[in-house]
């Protein structure tokens, strides 16, 4: 589903991204883990290119995605992102908020809109907020929302990063368990978090980076059970 060969990416003279290799499978749930710094969030911006990579390969559903020829507007309809702060448009309400993109970006006729956004409110538990504005909802209830939103474009992989970090510790489990349902459901994803439960439970795969490379990619419960490198190893030991 998504192919990454030797991407390269640098801000300025900081090489960040110094050579991924990555593959990912439909109904594949990677959970990338690493430290602070270590190139997560870029590559996954690389990957919905929200930044565009300086060298290497990324091929979406076995096309080559060339970022000068590309249609990114397309790519982006195909790989949907959440990201650590839910970026909801706050003058609108949770409806508003789904059916924008849908309809200003994919053309698609508001009463279909609408219907499919019920849909999404249902699948994450918020169809009787669809009439609130975001700043009357919880944490855990707008990262909800900004899953709906991610889905309302129909993308065929998901993108998280960090989904939960920025919220209190009480409100993590409701957006761990629509990210459950969702892999349950068969969807690609790609995590980068560190709620190492939903890692072992959900994950396939776990990649771990460091310092712009994989060091490791392994079953979870061989990752966490038996780390192989050092810096793995470290990193395990300052997060549990
Ligand atoms: P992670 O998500 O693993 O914490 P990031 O991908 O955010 O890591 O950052 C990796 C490195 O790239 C960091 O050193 C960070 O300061 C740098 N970096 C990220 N984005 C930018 C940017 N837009 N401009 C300059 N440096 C950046
Ligand atoms: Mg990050």
Do not use: W
């Not at 849908?102 to 809109?113: F, L, N, R, S, W």
């Not at 709906?148 to 957006?175: H, I, N, Q, Y």
């Amino acid at each position: 589903m998504i192919q990454v060969n030797t991407l390269v990416k640098s801000f300025g003279s900081v090489n960040v991204l110094k050579g991924i290799n990555l593959n990912v499978q439909e109904k594949e749930v990677v959970v990338l883990l690493g430290a602070s710094g270590s190139g997560k969030s870029t590559l996954l911006r690389c990957l919905n290119f929200l930044e565009i990579y300086d060298d290497g390969e990324i091929y979406i559903f076995g096309e080559k995605r060339d970022p000068h020829k590309s249609n990114l507007n397309q790519i982006r309809q195909e790989v949907g992102m959440v990201f650590q702060h839910f970026n909801l448009f706050p003058h609108k309400t949770v409806l508003e908020n789904v059916i924008e993109a849908p309809i200003h970006v994919k053309k698609i006729k508001k009463k279909t809109a609408i219907d499919t956004a019920y849909d999404l409110l249902d699948k994450v538990g918020l169809r009787d907020k669809a009439h609130e504005y975001p700043g009357m909802l919880s944490g855990g209830q707008k990262q909800r929302v900004a899953i709906a939103r991610a889905l309302a474009m129909a993308p065929r992989v998901m993108l998280f990063d960090e989904p939960t970090s920025a919220l209190d510790p009480e409100l993590v489990g409701e957006v761990l368990q629509v990210m459950k349902q969702l892999a349950k459901e068969g969807m690609t994803m790609i995590v980068v978090t560190h709620e190492m439960g939903f890692a072992r439970e959900v994950a396939d795969r776990v990649v771990f980076m460091s310092d712009g490379k994989i060091l490791e990619e392994a079953h979870p419960e061989q990752f966490f059970v038996n780390p192989q490198t050092e810096r793995a190893q470290q990193f395990l030991r300052s997060i549990l």
